[in-house]
């Protein structure tokens, strides 16, 4: 298999060649939280297999309700045609987000859930006024985020490298400086930094809103940028700003919501409803692929009347809502509830609170981010001028292989170490994954 594997199977962000250096495990089963692979080896899975599980692997309730539905049927077309469970998925969806969302327009990746709501509101300006479809041509995003891999999450994105590569397909974006102290520029203190992206928060929106077609944000936690975290207040200024000027507010909420930060979704924290919600990854407990762009009635307005050829939206994928992936989704919202998940969530950062305090003084590790069940482990090389490791040693990378010798999956994001346990992992296996995490950064640094 491996040779297989080495020959022909195209691993995303690796090349071809540099993965063959590497036996990375071939998984062949899971069982609860852990991976099992082709040589028995078990490892507990820290990063929720790409953030996506939800209540672990081989979930009965899950398998079941696969199952359940595999008996009726495994996908038909959304295009012409509903289906059961996309019905009452999307019923179940609009009852748990933020009221005013009531649209669920289906997908099946995180990316094209984000491209779905750039189009859609793009589309809505041309709609509602023709003329706007040539001047609202420019969307607003955070500096450092990452919202996918298409063109359009790709232009939204803040990812260097992406944009050194693919420049040329992208389109017109403002980045709006991230408000994360710690990544502060020379010259400024931690205050006043913050007060400088607050500031120019505004000022890029005054300046730029008649041509602004949407601002899109993960709110709280740029998870995929390295955990970075807006100050309290920041998602509601950015609402406000939004309100203010008329542009739609895209919540990326693929890698938040679904509880990952200690509420269903994340915009809840700050009171914030959307113009557009996008889910994906745990929406089907990491089962299947689906995803939704969420939308209000204002903005489905625009797409009503009679049918012309532009009020309609163009897009659509071959299995958009599938019927096998809405059955997963269906059966994970319902074990939020049986298993009080949430509580779990609140239970289980408590525990990490406590356990990463002891890496506070840590010579190695300039800063922790933490909310939820959403961790980032900065290590440097010094911490009192915040400077990074040479990258050529690639720090992060030997932790996470110290870490999976010993049993444990995790993935750094540079020199940042992510944990991400599931938000149904119980509170034992959360300290088990500190311990093996927090001795692996000790075990890479000697
Ligand atoms: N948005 C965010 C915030 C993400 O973290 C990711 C995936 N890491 C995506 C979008 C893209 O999701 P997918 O990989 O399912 O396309």
């Not at 709110?219 to 100050?231: R, T």
């Not at 298993?339 to 840590?362: F, G, P, Y």
Request: hydrophobic share 40%.
């Amino acid at each position: 298999l491996r040779n297989i594997d080495n020959e022909h199977v195209w691993h995303p962000f690796t090349q071809m060649q540099g993965h063959r250096d590497e036996e990375v495990p071939i998984i062949e089963s899971g069982d609860g939280f852990f991976l099992i692979d082709t040589d028995g080896r078990s490892y507990l899975d820290g990063v929720s297999s790409l953030w996506c599980n939800v209540h672990g692997h081989r979930v009965p309730e899950l398998d079941q309700a696969i199952r359940a539905q595999l008996d009726q049927i495994a996908h038909s077309t959304l295009l012409g045609l509903a289906s059961v469970p996309s019905i009452e998925l999307a019923e179940e969806l609009v009852k748990r987000t933020p009221a005013d969302l009531t649209k669920v327009f289906y997908s099946d990746s995180g990316s094209t859930a984000v491209e779905i709501a750039l189009k859609m509101a793009f589309q809505y300006h041309a709609n509602k006024s023709p003329a706007d479809s040539q001047t609202r041509d420019l969307f607003a995003c955070m500096q450092h985020a990452y919202h996918g891999d298409t063109i359009g999450s790709v232009s939204v994105g803040g990812i260097s490298i992406f944009h050194q590569i693919f420049g040329k397909l992208l389109f017109e974006s403002v980045q709006i400086p991230c408000p994360v102290a710690y990544h502060r520029p020379e010259g400024y203190t931690e205050e006043s930094y913050l007060e400088f992206c607050f500031a120019e928060l505004e000022r890029l929106l005054a300046e730029n809103h008649e041509r602004l077609a949407a601002f899109v944000i993960e709110p709280l936690v740029q998870g995929a940028a390295g955990m970075l975290m807006h100050p309290a207040g920041y998602l509601k200024r950015v609402r406000e700003l939004t309100r203010q000027y008329g542009i739609p507010l895209i919540a990326d909420e693929v890698a938040v919501g679904l509880g990952r930060t200690g509420t269903m979704f994340a915009c809840e924290q700050e009171g914030v409803t959307p113009d557009f919600l996008c889910l994906a990854k745990g929406i089907t407990g990491g089962y299947l692929p689906l995803a939704v762009t969420m939308a209000t009635d204002e903005i489905a307005a625009a797409f009503e009347g009679a049918h012309t050829d532009y009020n309609a939206f163009y897009h659509g994928h071959t299995y958009t809502g599938n019927s096998l992936a809405c059955a997963a989704a269906l059966a994970t919202l319902k074990l939020f509830d049986e298993n009080r998940t949430l509580d779990n969530v609140r239970e289980t950062s408590a525990v990490l609170t406590q356990r990463l305090a002891e890496l506070k003084e840590h010579p190695y590790v300039g800063e922790i981010r933490h909310k939820g069940v959403m961790v980032g482990i900065e290590l440097v090389a010094d911490r009192e001028t915040r400077t990074a490791f040479p990258a050529e040693l690639r720090l992060g990378h030997q932790v996470t292989l110290a870490a999976r010798k010993n049993g444990v999956i995790v993935r750094p994001l540079g020199d940042v170490v992510i944990l991400m346990p599931a938000p149904g992992m119980p509170a034992e296996l959360v300290e088990q994954l500190c311990d093996t995490v927090f001795a692996a950064i000790d075990e890479a640094i000697q």
